[in-house]
């Protein structure tokens, strides 16, 4: 029986969902000490990129490190490392219209989420406005999938939750509002946010969205 690679379809799917040329993941595990690569490019344009270290020079990664915003590829400075890889990846039908996610965790791993397409312009800021809220939530459960596969991390990773900030967690992605959850628990929809608001910080967590997603990915709640 073949074993489905789970970092591999994530991709896939991502890429034919939204079709885009390729999507990629890299990222950097500080616990385990290991660097993580996953991508739709073909085998040929994944060796050649290996074989060069382009990762070593890659603004599209570098760039996106250091950032907490989106890295469009086109605000990216065109300069020496940028041609060398990109003049190289025109070769294998590769285009350098593209937009690296940024993900950055509360043990200092980092990632990105980078994907492609060849089009206009036009159709290039069409499509990122129309998807780039599922980009991020899908970076973020990328890296957290990835993050979570080693042991160790998976272990100090998981957050203490308490059993309120669980269960409003769950109510949440059952689709109850705040006000909805305070009259099922009998609290006030003020405490609902305490709550909630201390459920973010302890999974490192910008919005409730991401919160829920990565509360499922650890399995302290599960998808309604």
Request: hydrophobic content about 40%; overall charge negative; aromatic content about 8%.
């Amino acid at each position: 029986m073949i074993q489905v690679d789970p970092f591999r379809q994530f991709l896939d799917d991502l890429r034919n969902r939204f079709e885009l040329d390729h999507v990629a993941y890299a990222g950097m595990n500080p616990i385990s000490g290991q660097s993580h690569g996953h991508m739709t490019y073909g085998a040929d344009w994944t060796s050649h990129y290996l074989q060069h270290k382009y990762y070593e020079i890659d603004p599209t990664l570098l760039k996106a490190r250091h950032s907490i915003a989106p890295v469009d590829w086109n605000r990216l400075e065109r300069g020496a490392e940028f041609q060398t890889i990109f003049q190289a990846a025109r070769d294998f039908g590769i285009s350098d219209r593209g937009l690296t996610i940024p993900i950055h965790g509360p043990y200092g791993d980092v990632g990105g989420l980078s994907i492609n397409r060849d089009c206009s312009e036009r159709e290039w800021q069409l499509l990122i406005s129309g998807i780039i809220g599922n980009l991020q939530a899908a970076a973020v459960h990328m890296h957290d999938m990835v993050i979570q596969s080693d042991p160790l991390t998976r272990m100090l990773n998981t957050p203490s939750l308490s059993t309120r900030e669980i269960e409003i967690l769950q109510w949440t992605a059952a689709g109850k509002s705040q006000q909805d959850i305070g009259d099922i628990l009998s609290i006030s929809h003020r405490t609902v946010e305490v709550h909630l608001r201390s459920a973010r910080q302890k999974l490192n967590a910008l919005t409730t969205p991401q919160a829920i997603g990565r509360a499922i990915n650890l399995g302290l709640i599960y998808p309604r």
